[in-house]
């Protein structure tokens, strides 16, 4: 009898750590942002960029999903030039990059507090595969404000990239935006 409940006891935990892990391993929202309408000419939604609208609630997050060796994310087009719907320059280096450089902005928690600045990332998608640097943070935990050009958070699987990442990827211009996409660190 003493066996059995040894036994018991065993499976209890086992299935108790593998909810752990599996609980630990799932990225939940971190809270929520109210929408503020923005003010006229400020929000550039170049490439299709999404504008805030007053009082809609924006997920906000500060994890990602976790990375392996072929992530699943989505695939977003942002301008990394000056005056783009990118904003300000790359947090990463504090510059600008054209349009046809291959570049990326990762959400937060694959940003990883820029732990990941100006490495190289493997992205496939299309059948095919392109390498981009990592250069700026699609922020999932702020939004709707001046300094994200009122866009709301990013969700957070966004790899948002240049359009030569688009190019590279083979994907017909008319339908750039929005691509189911893996990628892992190069």
Known sequence: MKSFFSKVSILAILLLTIFLVSE??????????????????QCNQEDDSDCCKAGKMYPKYTCSPPISGNTKAYLTLNSFEKGGDGGGPSECDGKYHNDNTPVVALSTG??????????????????????????????STEGCDADHDYQPPCPNN?????????????????????????????
Request: glycine share 12%; aromatic share 6%.
């Open 24 to 41: 630990a391993q799932q990225c939940r929202p971190s809270g929520r942002i109210r929408g503020k309408k923005p003010p006229p000419g």
């Open 110 to 139: 694959w940003y990883n507090g820029g732990s990941r600045c100006l490495n190289n990332i493997r992205i496939n998608g299309n059948g095919r595969s392109v390498v981009a640097m990592v250069v700026d943070e699609c922020d």
């Open 158 to 186: 966004i790899v948002d990239a240049s359009k030569a990442v688009w190019k590279a990827l083979g994907v017909s211009e008319d339908n750039w935006g929005g691509l189911d996409i893996t990628w892992s660190d190069a």
